[in-house]
């Protein structure tokens, strides 16, 4: 039989049976097919959150990565802009 998994947080911490379940599941790769419905279900509904119709941009990087590329005058968004 399996061992119960406990999620050790500050707190009791309950974590419902189908929240353990999900975390069960595979990991859907974001380079794989597979990810593109997950992906494309992200962006409406960040454009509903963000209460616009326009296109909503979601892109994954490291910490480090957006650290060092926001820390650059010539990456940063309004680099053209000046």
Known sequence: MA????LFTPG???VP????AA???PVVHHRSP????IYERCL???REICRTERDVLLYTASLRASR???SRPETSASAGQR
């Open 68 to 70: 060092i590329s926001s």
């Open 34 to 37: 597979d990810f593109k419905p």
């Open 12 to 14: 009791p911490t309950p």
């Open 3 to 6: 061992q119960k998994k406990y």
């Open 17 to 20: 049976p189908q929240v353990l």
């Open 44 to 46: 409406t509904r960040l």
């Open 23 to 25: 975390m069960a599941e």
